[in-house]
């Protein structure tokens, strides 16, 4: 007995190309599930402006005030002008021409001596003056040291048998007092300028009046000009317990 269907007709040879088919058709479908996108109309901006939610904006009423425009600034003062008559004789100066000319005599001027101006030397300390002032009786010393030291000698014994030491006593001063003494010999050979500086004040007015008793003196000399020259002297002596 012969078969009803044609061999042509029979699927089941193909059914592994319609199985691939099912699978790939699932799959699409799945994919565009998965990608597939909703939107909410409510939240759409189709670009239309809703006039009713502006809100209306109050603007500011000004008013226009005509203010005037300020006063022109007032006119220049005019100037006051002098009015000189013509009869008025005016003083005009002349002016001489400088330029000489072959009539005129020309005057020889004579040589102009220059006058040396006279520098003024301060005071000079006692130490590094040229000529040391000389003290009574140093006149015959010597040379400018041998005087130096006569001096200093002199000055010294002086003021020993001037000073009066008992005042140490009276003051309660004990042991060795020093009083320091500085004064000039000016350009007359006077004494000036006696400053002391000692442990008391009656030791200073002491120091003071002894110095002054110092005789005149032969002035000091730099540069062959008397000059002042300035002196310091320690007093020194001491009380007796």
Known sequence: MEPKKNPKADLTRKSTLFLQLGLILVLFITWQGIEWKTYDRSNIDIGQ??????????????QNLNTPPPPPPPPPAPEIIDVVEDEEEVEETIIESTETNQEEEIVEVEEVEDV???????????????????????????????????MSDKVKKFVNRKFNTELGSELGLSGV????????????????GVQARGPHPRLEKEANRVIKLLPKMTPGKQRGKAVGVLYSLPIVFQVQD
């Not at 040229?130 to 006149?139: D, I, Q, R, S, Y």
């Open 177 to 192: 007092n020093r009083i320091y003494v500085r004064f000039k010999i000016d350009r007359s050979g006077n004494i000036v």
């Open 49 to 62: 402006v809703n006039l009713d939610e502006l809100e209306e904006e109050d603007v500011p009423i000004t």
């Open 116 to 150: 040396e101006e006279e520098e003024e030397i301060g005071d000079v300390p006692f130490a590094v003056i040229e000529n040391v002032p000389v003290f009574p009786g140093c006149e015959n010393a010597g040379n400018n040291a041998a005087k130096k030291k006569c």
